[in-house]
């Protein structure tokens, strides 16, 4: 899907990404990625995620690099 922007919301919120047009249902927007870090360095820009269903050892931070899905989280 590439119809989309990127626009500022406001100073406190910062940018969210905003569809153009309809997005069909099951549509893939985006793939979420980043720089690999351990969860214990968890911060606002970061997906939390897991290889052992039992606790979640990673996360995938996107505050240094990353990809248009870290816009899609307002």
Do not use: M, W
Request: charged fraction near 20%; hydrophobic fraction near 40%.
């Amino acid at each position: 899907f590439t119809d989309f922007v990127i626009s500022k919301i406001s100073d406190t919120v910062g940018y969210g990404i905003f569809a153009t047009k309809a997005i069909p249902r099951n549509t893939v927007i985006a793939l979420y990625s980043g720089e690999i870090i351990p969860f214990k360095e968890h911060e606002a820009y970061s997906f939390g995620a897991s290889l052992d269903p039992e606790k979640t050892s990673l996360s995938i931070s996107s505050l240094k690099i990353g990809g248009i899905a870290r816009f899609c989280q307002h």
